[in-house]
């Protein structure tokens, strides 16, 4: 629950940063009367991204258990790779985002409002397409039942509260740190996300090692056990992890660590007062 509503408050304020710059742009521009579309645009991203998420998991249930861990595991691995390029893309387009996004939106203006609802959703559908994929691998590596559904939904929650807060200038947040140490922790979670992939292409007999074990912890942190459960749902920890996972993580949740809490990012402090100064960094 805890990866998922750390998930859901990251992406999710993400995808509110850029409707506060949509909707900025539109009032700066004075066309208030565009703000229809964006909302249009909005939620019909949000529904695609809903049932993105029904997709995957009705089209898992039917398979066979081989054919259900060669399909989790090839789109928990995308789904890594996604979120690291988005992590890696925000981190370096952060400080001209809001020009970006208020250049799309003064063409769309001049082609119509249509197009004004377009660039909505694809400036929130690509948000939201990329973290529908990463909840639903997040949830298959860190638990079942309900809890990572509902840590995601409370976690996208608090963030569009934040993102109102913010875009009406209510709320100052340090975004540039703000990003930066989630962002560092939503690699700890790829990388636990990262290993379960691997491990279920080793069980679909994908990749080799699935009994040759880095270390076996079953013992002194038994899975129903609750720090167990805390490890798995927070980290994606496995007691019993092969050489391959283990590999996996270090390979990629080392370099990527390193990438994100390095000096030198996005230097604007991004604090916002209104519309004028939402402005998102990774």
Do not use: C
């Amino acid at each position: 629950m805890t990866a998922n509503l750390l998930i859901g408050l990251r992406e999710g304020l993400e995808a509110s940063l850029v409707v506060g710059l949509l909707v900025a742009a539109l009032v700066r521009a004075g066309r208030r009367d565009a703000l229809p579309a964006v909302a249009g645009g909005v939620v019909l991203a949000v529904l695609l991204s809903a049932g993105l998420g029904a997709v995957l998991e009705l089209t898992s249930r039917d398979m066979t258990f081989r054919q259900q861990e060669l399909f989790g595991g090839s789109l928990s691995i995308l789904s890594v790779g996604l979120v690291t390029w988005m992590v890696l893309w925000m981190r370096r387009v952060a400080r001209d985002l809001r020009a970006d996004l208020g250049a799309r939106v003064g063409s769309a203006l001049a082609v119509g409002p249509l197009a004004v609802g377009l660039v909505a959703l694809l400036a929130v559908g690509r948000e939201g397409l990329e973290t529908a994929l990463f909840l639903w691998a997040a949830a298959r590596a860190t638990g079942s039942g309900p809890a990572p559904l509902a840590g995601a939904a409370v976690g996208l929650a608090v963030a569009a509260v934040l993102g109102y807060l913010v875009y009406r200038g209510a709320l100052r947040i340090d975004l540039r740190r703000f990003f930066t140490w989630s962002g560092a922790a939503l690699v700890v979670v790829a990388g636990g996300v990262l290993a379960y992939g691997v491990h279920d292409l080793q069980e679909a007999a994908v990749l080799p090692g699935l009994t040759t074990l880095a270390f076996d912890v079953s013992g002194a942190v038994p899975p129903s056990s609750w720090y167990g459960v805390l490890l798995k749902g927070t980290v994606g920890f496995t007691p019993a992890t092969t050489w391959l996972q283990a590999v996996a993580w270090l390979l990629y949740v080392v370099p990527m660590l390193l990438v994100v809490l390095r000096p030198g990012g996005p230097p604007r402090r991004a604090r916002a007062a209104g519309p004028r100064a939402v402005a998102p960094a990774a």
